[in-house]
Each structure stands twice: as structure tokens, then as C-alpha cells.
């Protein structure tokens, strides 16, 4: 069971990394702090999936590379998700 501490990194970093995506996207005035955390947190999956997919090593710990993953996935999420409001 993960500790307390390692879920609010998660759910700071997460509310971190979906805010600066729905930046780039221009989705920011459409998402709350909630929006943000969620698909922040995906996106980290999402993004470390992909950087395994392409051969770039693996997105782990809190770093930079991390962030980075995070926020790209993060961005791949809205994307998808507005790809399909539109559908």
C-alpha cells in the first residue's frame, strides 16, 4: 500500500503536469483542479507508455524525465478525449 506522502506527490505533481497540458491545449478554462489531477496523473501513464513504445527508457521516479512523460501524456489525453467530444 503506497505511503500518504507518495499520494500527495502524485496528486500535486499529477494537478501539475494536467494544468500546464490544458495550457497547451487551450483547455485550461474548461478544466477545474480536479480535471487536472486526473489527467495529469494518466497522463503519466499514458506518456510512459509511449516513451516505451519508441525506445526512450522508462519514465520512473520523481525527476525531470518524469515530468516531462507526464505532461506529454497528459497532452495525448485531452487530445483523445477531444477527438472524441468532436466525433
Do not use: Q, R
Not at 474548461?30 to 522508462?58: D, E, Q, R, S, T
Not at 520523481?62 to 487530445?79: D, H, P, Q, T
Amino acid at each position: 500500500m503506497p505511503e500518504i506522502s507518495n499520494i500527495i506527490v502524485w496528486l500535486i505533481l499529477g494537478g501539475i503536469s494536467g494544468w500546464i497540458a490544458s495550457k497547451f491545449t487551450g483547455k485550461d478554462s474548461k478544466m477545474g483542479i480536479g480535471a487536472n489531477i486526473i489527467v495529469g496523473i494518466l497522463g503519466a501513464f499514458i506518456g510512459g507508455w509511449l516513451v516505451g513504445l519508441i525506445g526512450w527508457g522508462p519514465a520512473t521516479g520523481l525527476n525531470l524525465w518524469s515530468f516531462i512523460v507526464s505532461i506529454l501524456g497528459a497532452v495525448v489525453l485531452i487530445w483523445l478525449i477531444n477527438l472524441f467530444k468532436k466525433a
